[in-house]
């Protein structure tokens, strides 16, 4: 089992920053892959970035050249640092874990609880 907790969340004007954080906890060493999605009020959740336990960064079109993902393997943490945010960036934004599975291990995704940003003047 794996859990994550979402932090840095809020209200931020167009062209502003946040800083969001995920801290995991649990069975780390199982974790593959570490992602942000986003949850627009309507719409289902999308991807707006992860990042590979090997290093590999994949970034939505939207997030590429405003966001970056961020690991810090010693306390446990994946941030999402984002600037030059837009009104079309507001929703809940997920924290996920991805643990491939192995031979004895079957697949499984772990969420966080999402924090919510809102852009808007």
């Known amino acids: 089992q794996v859990q994550l907790v979402e932090s840095g969340g809020g209200l931020v004007q167009p062209g502003g920053s946040l800083r969001l954080s995920c801290v995991l906890s649990?069975?780390?060493?199982?974790?593959?892959?570490v992602g942000w999605y986003r949850q627009a009020p309507g719409k289902g959740r999308e991807l707006v970035a992860d990042?590979?336990?090997?290093?590999?960064?994949t970034y939505a079109e939207s997030a590429k050249g405003r966001f970056t993902i961020s690991r810090d393997y010693t306390k446990n943490l994946v941030d999402l640092q984002m600037t030059s945010l837009k009104p079309e960036d507001t929703g809940v934004y997920y924290c996920?874990?991805?643990?491939?599975?192995?031979?004895?291990?079957?697949?499984?995704?772990?969420w966080g609880q999402g924090t919510q940003v809102t852009v808007s003047s």
């Open positions: 996920k874990a991805e643990h491939w599975g192995t031979p004895t291990s079957p697949e499984n995704d772990y």
């Open positions: 990042i590979l336990t090997g290093g590999v960064i």
């Open positions: 649990g069975n780390i060493g199982s974790v593959n892959c």
